[in-house]
Structure formats: C-alpha cells, structure tokens
C-alpha cells in the first residue's frame, strides 16, 4: 500500500434550498481543487451530486485531480429535497466496491468522504439512520474519514448520529465569506494530511471562530 495516494470523496448537497448559495458553492469548489492539485502526490477524486430527483449522480468516480473538470452553473443546478442517508448509503457502498476491484498494493493508503450540504435529510427511501451508521462504523475501522460541512446545524446531529466525528464536523455561515471559508479549511485540512503534517481531519478553534 503506498503511503502517498489519498482518495477524496465528496457528496454534494444540490437541493433546492443551495441555491442561494450555488456560485460560492462552485467557486469553493473549484479553488478546493485547484489546492489539491498543487499538493505533492498522488490523489485521486470522486464527485456525486445527490438531490430527490436524482439521488446519486457520479460526475467523476476515481479520477486523478489533473483530470477533474471544474464545476459550472450548467454542472450544479439545485433543484428539490436533500436525501441524504441516500446519497451516504450508496456512495459508501459505492466506494468500497470499487476499492476493492482495485489490487491491494495500487489502493490508496487514505480514504477520506466528505459530506457537504445546507439541510437535513427529508427524501431518503433506500436506506435507514441505523443502516448509514453501520456502514460508517464499519469504514472507520478501516480506517476512512469522514468530514461533514454543512449551513445547518440539524444537519449536523444527523451527521453525528450516524458516526461522523464533531471534531471532524463544521457548521458554516449560510453567506458566500462561511462557505469560502469551510472550503479552505477543509482543504487545507486534507492539503496537511496529504503532506504528512496532520494525523486526522479535525476541524481547530480557528475554523469554528471564523464561522462565527
């Protein structure tokens, strides 16, 4: 296993209610990207885009960040209700079938999904609370890590109660400053894991004060 491959997952919220924030939402995207590009060794990106009318759309699966296109308004265009568990569940198991199809010595040594959005869950039919946490629960004694963003602090307890760490958790300011601002810190995050710098993804007092 080497020990410079990191793969980033990333579920992005694309429900309705993201509009108002849909240009930083891209622009945080973008400049998240164009860091990690920037960053010494391999990385590769998984994007899904998940809202009610469909609830798992896979825009790059497995992709090396120099391949990764750029979001734009024609890409992201919220539209409906937030199906969270949904969305979690099946990237999850997504994630560990196509881990798996790859030989173990090419597998990345980092598994990081992150989860951002502005609500709560209110669409989810395929999978339940207690069947997301079981497979974050499994995941995370494999060692991946998850990292929730998100505008609203509901969404939060939802996240916590399916396993997702609060130190690895981040309410921000539902303005284009708090998402530019969650955006830099989880990529600055993942930036310092990716050089060897950190041990987790945990957010610091620095993040929080920022949002507030």
Do not use: C
């Not at 209700?81 to 090419?106: E, F, K, N, V, Y």
Request: glycine share 6%; charged share 20%; hydrophobic share 45%.
């Amino acid at each position: 296993m080497t020990s410079i491959h990191t793969h980033i997952a990333i579920l992005l919220d694309r429900s309705g209610s993201m509009e108002l924030l849909r240009d930083d939402i891209i622009g945080g995207f973008n400049a998240f990207v164009a860091q990690q590009r920037a960053v010494p060794g391999e990385a590769t990106l998984t994007l899904v885009q998940f809202d009610s009318q469909q609830p798992y759309e896979v825009l790059h699966r497995f992709a090396p960040l120099a391949e990764v296109q750029l979001l734009t308004r024609d890409s992201y265009v919220p539209r409906a209700a937030t199906p969270l568990l949904d969305a979690m569940g099946q990237a999850i198991i997504d994630l560990q079938h196509d881990l798996g199809a790859i030989p173990t010595a090419r597998r990345p040594a980092h598994v990081i999904v992150v989860i951002i959005t502005d609500g709560r869950e209110n669409a989810s039919i395929e999978f339940s609370k207690g069947q997301v946490a079981r497979l974050v629960a499994q995941t995370q004694a494999a060692g991946w890590e998850y990292v929730f963003l998100s505008a609203d602090m509901g969404a939060i307890d939802d996240a916590l109660a399916v396993g997702v760490r609060a130190e690895a958790s981040l309410a921000f300011r539902r303005d284009a400053t708090g998402t530019m601002l969650a955006y830099q810190s989880l990529s600055d995050n993942i930036a310092a894991q990716r050089a060897g710098r950190r041990r987790d993804l945990s957010f610091s007092d620095e993040d929080r004060a920022q949002q507030r």
